[in-house]
């Protein structure tokens, strides 16, 4: 009974009958959520207004520790839209504190922790998060990353992490400790610290080498010229035999592969200038290049770092998916039964743990105990929970929706069902594009053309000595560091970027083919809809006194997603307290029962509608009906404008009915001629392969063989195991919009790269010409090589993160 099978078959059309007028709602001081039941019939004119008591404690919170601003930066800001109430769980947090946690998630003597936020939107709580020192005694220092919504946090000494999470919850924002690997992160450092001295070295000493060819080249001779001479090749030598060793293992492994690489014709110049200059200084003439070879080592290091330090930091897909599991399980104690806080690294295989309403599940595993519903939309993309009960296999990642369970551990971390899912997304992200193919290639090639050159620059030039200068300068500015690495560069930095808009790339190749896209076939459901319930029409077949009241109340117990619409429905149309309920139940599959009233009601389908429409059965006599569908979403059209702007034709092709797809279509814009309805996954596929070059936007099992079709497959927000196997990008946001922002990315990240190429074949095309007539000397190539590295990584950065407004 999801929304794309009820409204597929829905007979009736979409509008609201016998609903309550709409007023100007009262809204959330802190969370701008609209107030509803005895908090709106309770607020006083003139009185900030609350939707609960969460939000009404924080706010009290926030005012009387002078933190007030918070209101007014995110009014500035207009982000509204990510808060929503303030809803506080009953976990203590107290397993941060554990010693055994704390070593594997601590850090700094075990006083500093990360954490993942949830909640966490706008530049308010940015500055909400860094005001924790105010706000708990326990805290000495807090930093957020906004983009990956992680939190920083140092206690201090003597102090626990327990009452910090419980107030970061308080706030809004609920933690989740995050594994840090010290080992992998201190053999990064080491490694940065070699470098580092490295670049210190040849700094220091190209410096000083540069400083005595000063003199030289405004005419000094002499003793004193044969001494700075030498002087220069002592100072030269920690650079030769020490900080150039990088480039000389990459070239070895180069030879020894039998591949071409850029740092050939680095070290390449660096031996045969060093070989050149010290024959020349025992030979006794002027010709050292000492200078230029040490600056060029010095700038090279010094580029090659910072892209190092750039790839290190950043962001991948695979960061994102890891907090989809909760790090934290109530384990059942065998013997005694009592249930206690655990980290779930601490869980092992037979472990019983128990799993509340509202929860995730840490772990795979067998029902040992209890019934309930179980959200999987995460890994199947069904909305309608499933029922489950002793002997069913449950799954880590999805969410508890009824009653307790108690459940046996079957499988644990990278060996769950979602552990898996994620190991697609790591390997995925190792595909190459063409077009970086094609600059490895075409560097390959740039590498051999610049040696036979500089062969026959040699050779062609007025003497061997100026023919030798001339190559050695050709070779040092023709380097293709900026061709190599510019288009690598920039695709990480739009898959990073991607990541932090909630959009997973399986693999760089993606972003290539996102460029060359020509139509973007939309499903319906849950992609232009808002793929939730909504009641289309209330209807009673016999008046009766308390009808509204009664159901509302027994439909309050449910958690099931078509209770909530029923329940959001009638909300705001009664005035009078809902009455008790005794003897509910949930019938798992079928509906719901409970007695208010004196008098039993029951709901469940109506089976000649599919169930797209509920009957009401007061003591068993149908008294009413409710009717539900699916509504687009408020941006969809302004999306699909933004489509076309980008070349694209959109086309809807949906397994709804024709009178569902052709309303939606006249709304958004998009011509009945592009539109077809009543597919089936077949049906779908066929049109993919009917219309090449498109990119197929859809969600869940029935869009599997679509998604895999299309030149370019995009799942939106539900289906992830489905999404990661038949699709090429998986969107942990529902709606257009992301899809707008990709096929942004896709063109911005192939137009910088088409620019850096330009620019790096001119630039190497007017270097080399300038060296081999003598107009570049090796000093000055050796300023300038690095130079147009910086460019294109300045280019290819820039040029990823621009935004279009």
């Given at each position: 009974?999801?929304p794309?099978?009820?409204?597929?078959?829905?007979?009736f059309?979409?509008?609201?009958?016998n609903?309550?007028p709409?007023h100007?709602?009262?809204?959330?001081?802190?969370?701008?959520?609209e107030?509803?039941?005895?908090e709106?019939?309770s607020?006083?004119p003139?009185?900030?207004?609350?939707?609960?008591l969460?939000?009404?404690?924080?706010?009290?919170?926030?005012?009387s520790?002078?933190?007030?601003?918070?209101?007014?930066?995110r009014?500035?800001?207009?982000?509204?839209?990510g808060?929503?109430?303030?809803?506080?769980?009953?976990?203590?947090y107290?397993?941060?504190?554990?010693?055994?946690f704390k070593k594997?998630?601590?850090r700094e003597?075990?006083?500093s922790m990360d954490f993942?936020?949830e909640?966490?939107?706008?530049?308010a709580?940015?500055?909400?998060v860094?005001k924790l020192p105010?706000?708990v005694?326990?805290?000495?220092?807090?930093t957020l990353?906004?983009g990956?919504?992680?939190?920083?946090?140092?206690?201090k000494?003597?102090c626990?992490?327990?009452?910090?999470?419980?107030?970061?919850?308080?706030?809004?924002?609920?933690?989740?400790?995050i594994?840090?690997?010290?080992q992998?992160?201190?053999?990064?450092?080491?490694?940065?610290?070699?470098?580092?001295?490295?670049?210190?070295?040849?700094?220091a000493?190209?410096?000083?080498?540069?400083?005595?060819?000063?003199?030289?080249?405004?005419?000094?001779?002499?003793q004193?010229?044969?001494?700075?001479?030498w002087l220069?090749?002592?100072?030269?030598?920690?650079?030769?035999?020490?900080s150039?060793v990088p480039?000389?293992?990459?070239?070895?492994?180069?030879?020894?592969?039998?591949?071409?690489?850029?740092?050939?014709?680095?070290v390449?110049?660096?031996i045969?200038g060093s070989?050149?200059?010290?024959?020349?200084?025992?030979?006794g003439?002027?010709?050292?290049?000492?200078d230029?070879?040490?600056a060029l080592?010095?700038?090279?290091?010094?580029?090659?770092?910072?892209l190092?330090?750039?790839q290190?930091?950043?962001?991948?897909?695979?960061?994102?998916?890891?907090?989809?599991?909760?790090?934290?399980?109530?384990?059942?104690?065998?013997?005694s039964g009592?249930?206690?806080?655990?980290?779930?690294?601490?869980?092992?295989?037979?472990?019983v743990?128990?799993?509340?309403?509202?929860?995730?599940?840490?772990?795979?595993?067998?029902?040992?105990?209890?019934?309930?519903a179980?959200?999987?939309a995460?890994?199947?993309g069904?909305?309608v929970?499933?029922?489950v009960?002793?002997?069913d296999?449950?799954?880590?990642?999805?969410?508890?929706?009824?009653?307790?369970?108690?459940?046996?551990?079957?499988a644990?971390g990278?060996?769950?069902?979602?552990g898996?899912?994620?190991?697609?997304?790591?390997?995925g992200s190792?595909?190459?594009?063409?077009?970086?193919?094609?600059a490895d290639?075409?560097?390959?090639?740039?590498?051999?053309a610049?040696?036979?050159?500089?062969?026959?620059?040699?050779?062609?030039?007025?003497s061997?000595?100026?023919?030798?200068?001339?190559?050695l300068?050709?070779?040092?500015?023709?380097c293709?560091?900026?061709?190599?690495?510019a288009t690598p560069?920039?695709?990480?930095?739009?898959l990073g970027?991607?990541?932090?808009?909630?959009?997973?790339?399986?693999g760089?190749?993606?972003?290539?083919?996102?460029?060359?896209?020509?139509?973007i076939?939309l499903?319906?459901?849950?992609?232009?809809t808002?793929?939730?319930?909504?009641?289309?029409?209330f209807?009673?077949v016999?008046?009766?006194?308390n009808f509204?009241?009664t159901?509302?109340?027994?439909e309050s117990?449910?958690?099931?997603?078509?209770a909530?619409?029923i329940?959001?429905?009638?909300k705001p149309?009664?005035?009078?307290?809902?009455?008790a309920?005794?003897?509910?139940?949930?019938?798992?599959?079928?509906?719901?029962?409970?007695?208010?009233?004196?008098?039993?009601?029951?709901?469940?389908?109506l089976?000649?509608?599919?169930?797209?429409?509920v009957?009401?059965?007061?003591?068993e006599?149908?008294?009413?009906?409710?009717?539900?569908?699916?509504?687009?979403r408020?941006d969809?059209a302004?999306?699909i404008?933004?489509?076309?702007?980008?070349?694209?034709?959109?086309?809807?092709?949906?397994?709804?009915?024709?009178?569902?797809?052709?309303?939606?279509a006249?709304?958004?814009?998009?011509?009945?001629?592009?539109?077809?309805?009543?597919?089936?996954?077949?049906?779908?596929?066929r049109f993919?392969?009917?219309h090449?070059?498109?990119?197929?936007?859809?969600?869940?099992?029935?869009?599997?063989?679509a998604?895999?079709t299309?030149f370019?497959?995009?799942?939106?927000?539900?289906s992830?195991?489905?999404?990661l196997?038949?699709?090429d990008?998986?969107?942990?946001?529902?709606?257009?919009?992301?899809?707008?922002?990709?096929?942004?990315?896709g063109?911005?990240?192939?137009?910088?790269?088409?620019?850096?190429?330009?620019?790096?074949?001119?630039?190497?095309?007017?270097?080399?010409?300038?060296a081999?007539?003598?107009?570049?000397?090796?000093?000055?190539?050796?300023?300038?090589?690095?130079?147009?590295?910086?460019?294109?990584?300045?280019?290819?950065?820039?040029?990823?993160?621009?935004?279009?407004?």
């Amino acid at each position: 009974m999801n929304p794309k099978a009820l409204s597929r078959h829905n007979l009736f059309p979409a509008r609201r009958l016998n609903a309550a007028p709409r007023h100007q709602p009262l809204l959330c001081t802190h969370c701008a959520t609209e107030v509803a039941g005895t908090e709106k019939s309770s607020h006083a004119p003139d009185e900030p207004a609350f939707c609960c008591l969460g939000c009404r404690t924080v706010y009290s919170l926030l005012n009387s520790s002078g933190l007030e601003r918070y209101y007014a930066l995110r009014s500035q800001t207009g982000s509204f839209s990510g808060s929503k109430p303030v809803t506080v769980s009953s976990e203590t947090y107290r397993y941060l504190d554990d010693t055994e946690f704390k070593k594997k998630y601590a850090r700094e003597d075990a006083t500093s922790m990360d954490f993942y936020l949830e909640g966490v939107h706008c530049a308010a709580c940015l500055w909400l998060v860094e005001k924790l020192p105010t706000l708990v005694a326990e805290v000495e220092a807090a930093t957020l990353d906004i983009g990956r919504s992680i939190a920083k946090i140092r206690i201090k000494p003597n102090c626990t992490f327990a009452p910090v999470a419980r107030t970061l919850e308080g706030l809004g924002y609920k933690p989740h400790a995050i594994e840090h690997n010290e080992q992998a992160e201190l053999l990064q450092k080491k490694e940065n610290r070699s470098w580092l001295i490295r670049i210190g070295v040849a700094g220091a000493c190209a410096g000083n080498v540069m400083l005595l060819a000063v003199p030289l080249y405004s005419g000094l001779d002499g003793q004193l010229a044969a001494d700075f001479r030498w002087l220069s090749l002592f100072l030269f030598l920690p650079v030769l035999f020490y900080s150039a060793v990088p480039f000389y293992k990459s070239a070895w492994a180069s030879l020894h592969s039998k591949t071409m690489s850029i740092d050939l014709p680095i070290v390449l110049a660096i031996i045969l200038g060093s070989g050149a200059s010290i024959a020349h200084l025992l030979s006794g003439t002027d010709h050292v290049y000492f200078d230029s070879l040490a600056a060029l080592v010095f700038l090279l290091l010094s580029s090659r770092f910072v892209l190092r330090r750039i790839q290190q930091n950043a962001f991948h897909s695979s960061h994102l998916l890891q907090f989809l599991s909760p790090s934290v399980a109530k384990r059942v104690d065998a013997s005694s039964g009592e249930i206690m806080e655990v980290p779930v690294n601490t869980l092992k295989i037979g472990n019983v743990i128990a799993v509340e309403p509202a929860e995730a599940l840490p772990a795979d595993g067998i029902v040992q105990d209890g019934s309930s519903a179980i959200n999987c939309a995460l890994l199947t993309g069904e909305s309608v929970p499933n029922a489950v009960g002793a002997g069913d296999a449950v799954f880590s990642g999805t969410v508890n929706e009824a009653s307790t369970l108690h459940i046996k551990v079957t499988a644990l971390g990278a060996q769950t069902r979602l552990g898996q899912i994620l190991l697609q997304i790591e390997s995925g992200s190792l595909k190459k594009a063409q077009i970086v193919t094609l600059a490895d290639k075409t560097t390959k090639w740039f590498l051999a053309a610049v040696f036979i050159a500089a062969a026959a620059v040699i050779f062609l030039a007025p003497s061997l000595s100026e023919g030798f200068t001339r190559a050695l300068a050709m070779v040092i500015v023709t380097c293709p560091c900026a061709l190599a690495l510019a288009t690598p560069l920039a695709m990480s930095a739009s898959l990073g970027r991607a990541a932090r808009a909630g959009i997973l790339i399986k693999g760089a190749d993606v972003l290539e083919k996102i460029s060359q896209a020509e139509n973007i076939v939309l499903d319906k459901t849950g992609t232009l809809t808002v793929g939730q319930f909504e009641v289309l029409d209330f209807s009673q077949v016999q008046p009766l006194e308390n009808f509204k009241e009664t159901l509302c109340a027994i439909e309050s117990k449910s958690k099931h997603p078509i209770a909530k619409a029923i329940v959001a429905f009638l909300k705001p149309q009664l005035e009078a307290e809902l009455p008790a309920v005794t003897g509910f139940k949930e019938l798992l599959g079928t509906g719901v029962e409970g007695t208010a009233h004196g008098r039993k009601l029951t709901l469940q389908p109506l089976r000649e509608f599919r169930g797209t429409a509920v009957g009401i059965y007061w003591d068993e006599a149908l008294a009413g009906e409710v009717h539900l569908g699916d509504r687009l979403r408020p941006d969809t059209a302004q999306c699909i404008e933004a489509l076309k702007r980008f070349g694209l034709n959109p086309y809807i092709v949906s397994g709804d009915n024709h009178g569902a797809v052709e309303n939606a279509a006249a709304q958004i814009g998009i011509p009945l001629s592009q539109t077809m309805a009543c597919t089936d996954p077949e049906s779908k596929q066929r049109f993919i392969e009917a219309h090449e070059r498109s990119i197929m936007v859809g969600d869940g099992a029935n869009d599997a063989l679509a998604l895999s079709t299309a030149f370019v497959g995009v799942a939106v927000h539900g289906s992830m195991e489905v999404s990661l196997r038949a699709a090429d990008v998986y969107l942990t946001r529902p709606g257009l919009r992301p899809v707008v922002e990709l096929i942004r990315i896709g063109r911005e990240t192939m137009h910088t790269i088409h620019r850096n190429f330009a620019f790096s074949l001119l630039y190497n095309l007017a270097g080399g010409m300038a060296a081999a007539t003598g107009h570049v000397t090796p000093l000055f190539a050796a300023l300038l090589m690095p130079l147009s590295a910086f460019t294109v990584f300045g280019s290819s950065l820039i040029g990823t993160r621009r935004r279009q407004t």
